[in-house]
């Protein structure tokens, strides 16, 4: 499948008007979860208040201990501080990375903007070494723009 074809479904959630924002963020790491065999957990990390940290919102895949995140600090922080997308093809070869699972191999973080600033990011682990494409790029990108108009 190719990404391209999961764009109308997202429009179609963030359109959900009587889903919480909550809701419907779940339900865009549902669809792509279930839709890209590589994506094998897939959540969003928000600005924590006034607090330089990030907070785990709706996600799906394995359970994380990892629900504040300092900025700085692994993969998700960096993007908090950066504001740049984050691609890792081999976490192990990160002296910055926080493992959540062992079956972790890669990752990537693109960060969600509103009114010019970083609120927040779409998180996405694979357990398959190095199988984020610029396809995966565009198309997070794309995914972190409709969010943004929740947010906004």
């Avoid at 398959?128 to 565009?138: L, S």
Wanted: proline share 5%; aromatic share 10%.
């Amino acid at each position: 499948m190719t990404l391209g074809v999961l764009k109308p479904e997202i429009k179609n959630i963030v359109a959900q008007h009587s889903l919480t924002i909550d809701e419907r963020l779940h339900k865009i790491c549902e669809i792509l979860e279930a839709n890209v065999s590589y994506y094998n957990w897939v959540g969003f990390y928000f600005k924590n208040g006034d607090k330089q940290e990030l907070k785990l919102g709706p996600y799906v895949g394995e359970p994380t201990d990892h629900i504040i995140i300092p900025f700085g600090k692994g993969i998700c922080g960096q993007v908090a501080v950066s504001n740049q997308n984050f691609v890792v093809p081999d976490v192990s070869a990160q002296d910055n990375y926080i493992a959540c699972s062992i079956t972790v191999k890669a990752e990537i973080v693109i960060p969600i903007f509103v009114n010019g600033q970083n609120v927040g990011q779409i998180d996405i682990d694979s357990n398959t070494p190095d199988p984020f494409t610029e396809a995966d790029e565009r198309f997070l990108e794309f995914v972190c723009k409709e969010v943004a108009t929740l947010l906004s």
